[in-house]
């Protein structure tokens, strides 16, 4: 058996979640590929750290260098976070031409272009299955299995910490803090929590799939990001009584039909995070806790959605065993071709300008309930061009400042928020208006 030989650069909840793996079933994968496999070596940071998984000390170091300028370690699995040192690390392993397997979307979503073509160069691949979804293969399923088809949209649940937040938002009376801190104990939440909360972990997400969807590498910075720290239970409450939940979800989206209309070629996606109301009825309402699931319209295969924990230790490692696993054939097969990590294909792929986007939205306004007020307001939109599609507001509290809640038909990104700026200028309208996008998951789109 073609023997191979990996080194890990992180030992923590993933890092510890590989080995253990290997360890059960790395026999069992291997007699399956036809490869044996060994870690030779775990970098750490601290050789002297007590570890939820025991791993013995003598493949342990602290010098990620020993690892990637081994040269009996084949293939280099990144799984130390962060981007600076990480972009340090996989360069310098992948110019020593080892493969280098990550999951690490932060990285990624920065430099991933950089990174693919050193893989490139060096003619070796650069596998990031566990970057996405954690246990879901939704990186295989658009590299390999929908390779035929041309992507129209795909919506996802790509942060375990804000559905497991989110999820017991809905269910129980429990402030945000507490159930963040809860996320961190299980293992889900990223070191700096910032990116999970404020969008920003998604948005990785999000970005690594437009771009393997689309062929052309997806900039960070042009992924619109809203995270879920300002959603309050109000919001939740109401969404509720309107049939709705609220996820916070990656949104990416052509319509493939303007180019061959227009003959103008590649039409600009939608790439962007934020929270949305979505229907009760629609599948991913019903994806709840550390799930994580990615919806994806095929123009041949139709609809199809993938689920599975999104984060934690174990189904992580299963991601980061797939990938061992293509590295692996790569190495026992003497090639680097058989289906790369990534293609660019796309030359004049762009993304649009979230202010041209054009969404549904819930709004909630508190307003001093007297006469004359939501004239005022409805006026204001109907200016915009901007349609209203219902309103709630509570009944008996004349005088008192009420919730309003306006459902708004298909509108521009700005010109709605412009609307908006206009109608907080109101003297009856207090506090700033809270604006959260509808999905309906249109069959046409
Ligand atoms: P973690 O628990 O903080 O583990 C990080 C590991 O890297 C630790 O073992 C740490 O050493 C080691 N490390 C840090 N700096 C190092 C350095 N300079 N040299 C050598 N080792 C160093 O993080 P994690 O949750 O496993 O996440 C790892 C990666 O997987 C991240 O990119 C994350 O985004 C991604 N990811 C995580 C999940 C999840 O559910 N946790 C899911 C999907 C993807 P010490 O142990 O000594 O501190
Ligand atoms: N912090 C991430 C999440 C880990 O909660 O989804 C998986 O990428």
Redesign the pocket.
């Known amino acids: 058996m073609r023997k191979v030989t990996l080194g890990l650069?992180?030992?923590?909840?993933?890092?510890?979640?590989v080995y253990q793996a290997i360890k059960k079933n790395g026999a069992l994968m291997g007699s399956r590929l036809g490869v044996q496999l060994t870690i030779a070596k775990?970098?750490?940071?601290?050789?002297k750290?007590a570890?939820a998984v025991k791993m013995p000390a003598s493949i342990l170091t602290?010098?990620?260098r020993d690892v990637v300028d081994d040269p009996a370690i084949e293939v280099v699995v990144?799984?130390?976070?962060?981007v600076k040192?990480?972009r340090e690390?996989v360069r310098a392993a992948l110019e020593n031409g080892k493969s280098v397997v990550?999951?690490?979307?932060?990285?990624l979503a920065a430099h991933g272009e950089e990174l693919f073509q050193i893989a490139g160069k060096y003619g070796v691949n650069l596998y990031y299955e566990?970057?996405v979804a954690?246990g879901i293969p939704i990186i295989k399923v658009l590299r390999e299995a929908l390779i035929g088809n041309r992507i129209s949209s795909i919506y996802g649940i790509l942060n375990?910490t804000c559905n497991y937040i989110l999820t017991r938002m809905s269910r129980e009376p429990i402030e945000f803090n507490a159930v963040l801190k809860q996320a961190q104990e299980l293992?889900?939440?990223?070191?700096e929590p910032s990116?999970d909360v404020d969008g920003f972990?998604a948005a990785h997400k999000t970005g690594i799939l437009a771009s393997l969807a689309y062929g052309f590498w997806v900039d960070q910075h042009d992924v619109h990001v809203e995270g879920i720290r300002g959603l309050s239970r109000l919001d939740i409450g109401f969404a509720d009584q309107l049939g709705y939940v609220i996820k916070l979800l990656g949104v990416i989206k052509q319509d493939p039909e303007k180019p061959r209309r227009s003959g103008q070629g590649f039409q600009p996606i939608q790439a962007s995070v934020y929270p949305a109301l979505i229907p009760k009825s629609h599948v991913l309402a019903n994806i709840n806790g550390v799930f994580n699931a990615v919806f994806v319209r095929g123009d041949i295969v139709g609809d199809t959605l993938y689920c599975g924990h999104?984060?934690?230790?174990d189904?992580?490692a299963s991601?980061v065993l797939s990938d061992i696993g293509d590295a692996a054939l790569d190495l026992k097969w003497e090639t680097s071709n058989r289906i790369p990590p990534f293609v660019p294909h796309e030359r004049s792929g762009a993304v649009r300008p979230m202010d041209e986007v054009v969404s549904r939205y819930y709004v909630r306004l508190n307003v001093m309930d007297k006469p004359g007020v939501f004239a005022r307001i409805s006026a204001i939109l109907a200016d915009a061009g901007i349609g209203i599609s219902s309103i709630i507001q509570p009944e008996g509290h004349g005088g008192r400042v009420v919730p309003v809640i306006l459902m708004i038909y298909d509108a521009a990104n700005k010109r709605m928020g412009d609307a908006l700026k206009t109608i907080a200028k109101l003297d009856a309208v207090k506090g700033k208006p809270v604006m959260i996008r509808v999905e309906q998951f249109d069959p046409n789109e």
């Open positions: 650069v992180g030992g923590g909840t993933v890092g510890g979640g775990i970098a750490v940071r601290k050789l750290k570890r602290s010098n990620w990144e799984l130390m976070g962060g040192l990480a690390v990550t999951a690490n979307k932060a990285l566990a970057s954690g375990g293992g889900y939440a990223e070191a990116l972990d999104g984060a934690g230790q189904a992580t991601a």
